[in-house]
């Protein structure tokens, strides 16, 4: 299942929302549409994936949110990932992530 | 044992006929999903380093991937016409970014040898062997 994505801008806050799955074909368009929209938005201070409905991460898909992390995070952006599946949570958790950033399942 | 078979050209295309091959014929034999689902990155992880590193996304280029279930073991093997690479050997564990690019690197193959129980590399013929195994007890 493709990847489909929808961000929603606020105030301070990003919403998010992905579906399918996120890999390499998918991931590029995550990081280039998260970059417009934080450059649009310069005010956004946390960015909140709801991924209830995100059923696989490859580990481009897990790179690319490393990735947005480092380099969103230095503006002083914070990342929380909600609604993870426990396929998805796994592997997050397998290479880290939830270390490193806020992943909440269930 | 059962054994299932898929013929492929490296194009990241094929990724996610990849996934589904594997999800659909692993179903039956591992009905865990998150443990069905640890296979299956296994071999994307696998198949994509094959098509965009070792065969350069040249469709030209055909690969085979073969699942087989023997006893209680899976047994993962990826036919691959480029030259083999030391997947076994890659340090673990990844630096979540590399300090040369500055981007993340070397995630599959660290989860590639974090779920599976053993990994053999060999070149036969024109083909390198990637050959994965993992227990299912």
Redesign the interface.
């Given at each position: 299942?493709?990847m489909q994505l929808t961000l929603s801008p606020a105030a301070d806050a990003l919403t998010v929302t992905l579906a399918g799955?996120l890999?390499?074909?998918s991931a590029p368009k995550l990081y280039d549409q998260l970059s417009q929209t934080l450059k649009q938005h310069s005010t956004v201070k946390k960015i909140t994936f709801d991924c209830q409905n995100l059923s696989?991460i490859?580990?481009?898909g897990?790179?690319?949110l490393?990735?947005s992390l480092?380099n969103f995070g230095h503006r002083g952006v914070d990342f929380e990932l909600r609604h993870v599946r426990?396929?998805v949570y796994?592997?997050l958790d397998?290479?880290?992530l939830t270390k490193?950033m806020s992943v909440s399942n269930g | 044992m059962a054994k299932y078979a898929l013929d492929f050209s490296a194009t990241p295309d094929n990724l996610p006929i990849i996934r589904h091959f594997v999800q659909e014929h692993l179903a039956s034999h591992v009905p865990d999903p998150v443990r069905r689902n640890q296979f299956t990155v296994a071999v994307e992880e696998l198949c994509a380093n094959s098509i965009i590193h070792g065969n350069h996304s040249d469709p030209a280029q055909k690969l085979r991937l073969e699942l087989r279930i023997q006893g209680q073991q899976l047994h993962i093997y990826l036919y691959d016409p480029a030259p083999p690479y030391a997947l076994h050997k890659y340090p673990m564990p990844p630096q979540l970014l590399r300090k040369d690019t500055n981007r993340p690197g070397g995630l599959g193959i660290y989860l590639i040898r974090q779920l599976m129980d053993k990994i053999i590399v060999r070149r036969r013929g024109e083909k390198s062997i990637y050959h994965l195994v993992k227990n299912l007890t």
């Open positions: 299942m493709e799955e890999d390499s074909l696989y490859s580990s481009a897990a790179g690319i490393l990735l480092d426990p396929e796994n592997i397998l290479l880290g490193v | -």
